[in-house]
């Protein structure tokens, strides 16, 4: 299984990025999926998820600001993030819901400049 994440960088606060995320050795439409992230000698956090039939579902700081979507054809994730903030500085992680410890790629920085 590999999960490469991209799409990260740097950005100015209020700006925007879309993440990517290929997933390859997976079952990839049969799996709900999500974006996690973490700061700096933190534990990862959960972002969003979409089901295998495309509903999303977001935590209350990503509601209204991000986007997960999907394309089952490409097997590719994706999240749009809009109206970035410093707070959400951080590497961003794709992987199933529930999350596969082994499934962990090396992740996409982002950083949000204020």
């Known amino acids: 299984v590999q999960l490469v994440e991209s799409g990260g960088g740097l950005v100015q606060a209020g700006g925007s990025l879309r993440l990517s995320c290929v997933a390859s050795g997976i079952d990839f439409t049969a799996n709900d999926l999500g974006w996690y992230r973490q700061f700096p000698g933190k534990q990862r956090e959960f972002v969003a998820r979409i089901s295998s039939s495309g509903w999303p579902y977001y935590t209350d700081f990503a509601k209204g600001r991000f986007t997960i979507s999907r394309d089952n054809a490409e097997n590719t994730l994706y999240l749009q993030m809009n109206n970035l903030k410093p707070v959400d500085t951080a590497v961003y992680y794709c992987?199933?819901?529930?999350?596969?410890?082994?499934?962990w790629g090396q992740g996409t920085q982002v950083t949000v400049s204020s």
């Open positions: 992987n199933t819901i529930p999350w596969n410890t082994g499934y």
